[in-house]
């Protein structure tokens, strides 16, 4: 997982350490003065009690936060629960679990992370110890928001309130309800992220000048720049900034300047904006933070597009898209394409802002569709975790049970209802199961089918090729030779010389056309150099078209870049029969595990409702779904034709 180091250090300056740990982590803490030798030194000559326990977990967190040693940091988690073991001593596994599940969340490994809590749950509820059981219930909510399980994450620190507002824990209940905020925020319920953020600010006022205030301001500003309460935000983050400052922290000043140029945006303050754009890409490349870096020159081309300066803004954004491109930023990338469409409209320049819309949406969908399938995915979770919430009711209910005759009918009675539902239940699911497998079995069919066809029609292709190349050829090769033979040594009449001359012409043209035709049937630059070259070969043959290829050059399934050139070449042929095009364009463009290519034309298009559904465009669109590829076709009358076709690789 690629987690938000903000969230990360957020969820570090949570403080949830338990048992004897301290309410939140003292500036110091942060501030790199060497004493983890001296911790070594102290645990190699200490007696082997709880205070050793402690000690193994601070020398934990010491490799943790200040020297990002998650391995050697492990090595000592794991020796504090060891000795909690020996020692019998559950306060050390309860904080073993929670310092061990907070290095599986930076290392993106989240569920390992909720089975060592749940595990630590479970033992603390099973001791009836309500301050471990919400402590850990709050670490549990952290790990699920590391998981982007955003309302399971809201369950756990539901739970965990009322046990830190009986007790007291004021400022642990305030770095709950902060990260409940940021949960809100992330939820896009601005309402309730402000209502959580203020109550967090209302406890860490009291203590004005400490690093979790300042994260909080954040949050609160987050909200507020969403309601465009500009000059309040603007307040918070100064406030925030003063803070950082006061502790040297130069890293997290990257979001506070960040923040600021947005509203300095908004107050279309361009040169305010960019001021702290630098201030932010300065600090982006001394920590090395690549988002950063690409949100900063998006912001460059945000401020040179509002002064007019078109190319200076394109430079820029292009730079940020080059990052999202190379580091997998999706929101960026959307950011980045919607720029380049709004430069493209102000310039006047509709084709590319197509083009640039139409990834937009592409990359818009895409994410819609991640979301949709984690949500699914909590939901289940969720569904799985009740359903085992009550059958361990069940089992705890049976324990109880007397040996009454009456109770055991009545038990009896409710198993063989059960039964009933379940096997109701089960029978049902088996329909709907067996009706979607016939389903799947007779697509798979279809596939099989076209795919069949495509390989038949490759296999007869090679086959008129080499018939052509071997057959056909070496008779016309034969033919010219024994011509030529035949002239050596006789004088021919001028009559019969110009015979002559014309009937070599005409084998030298024969030949010619038969070894276009076996080009086309089976390119040669195809087989041996791969899709680009072969491409480029026939786009390189036609007048008023152009080739470009971005991206990996490396061989893939020859199937896939048969059907490809296919395609790309029933396009073209379309194009420069029907469209009466003065220029066509060909992209191919491959990414990660996806390839995508686009024929552009500016001939006088058509509808694609009425005018697609001849032999041409159905080959293309069996070849599309035989390996399970997108075909999108934008055209109208007198507007020109453009059609992207995407692959999974």
Known sequence: MKANHFLIVLLIVAGCHVTD????????????EPKLDSLLYVASTAAQDTNLVRLYSKIGDEYVYHYHDFQKAKEYFLKSKELSEKLNWNAGHYRFAVDFADILNLEGLMDSSVVILQQALNLAKNEMNERQAAII???????????????????YYHEAIPVLEKRGEKFTLAHLFDLMGVVYGYMDMYDENLVYAERALEIFNEKPDTLPRAFALNNYALGLLK??????AENSLMQAQRIFALHHDRYHSIRIFSNL????????????AEMYYRKMMELNLEFGHVEGQCKAHRGFGIIELYRGKFHQS???????LKIAMEYDLPEEKIQCYKLLSDLATALHDFRNYRLYAAKTDSIRNRLISEKTRQYAKEVEAKYETEKKQQRITILEQEKRLTLWLAIAIVVVLLLALTFLFFLWRWTVQKRAFAETRIRQ?????????AQSLLDGEIRERTRLTRDLHDGLGSILAGAKLNLLKMKKGDTLEDATLEDYEAAVRLLDKSMSEMRRIAHHLMPEALISMGLKHSTADFIGSIPHATFSYYGDESRFDPKLEESIYRIIHELVTNSLKHSGAE??????VRYDNHITFTVQDNGCGFDP?????????????????????????????????????????
């Open 21 to 32: 740990a301290p309410q939140s982590i003292s500036p110091a803490y942060f501030s790199g």
């Open 137 to 155: 219930s709050m670490n549990l909510g952290n790990s699920y928001l590391y998981k982007r399980w955003f309302e399971t994450a809201l369950t």
């Open 227 to 232: 309601r465009n309460e500009l000059e309040k």
């Open 261 to 272: 140029a947005d509203i300095a945006l908004r107050k279309y303050d361009l040169d305010k």
């Open 314 to 320: 394109d430079k820029h954004v292009r730079e940020a």
């Open 441 to 449: 079995l007779e697509q798979e069919k279809r596939l099989v089918a």
């Open 583 to 588: 220029h066509i364009l060909v992209e191919i």
């Open 609 to 649: 409702e009425t005018t697609s559904k001849g032999m041409g465009m159905n080959n293309i669109r069996i070849r599309v779904e035989t390996y399970n590829g997108n075909l999108m076709i934008y055209s109208k009358p007198d507007i020109g034709t453009e059609v992207n076709v995407e692959f999974k690789l």
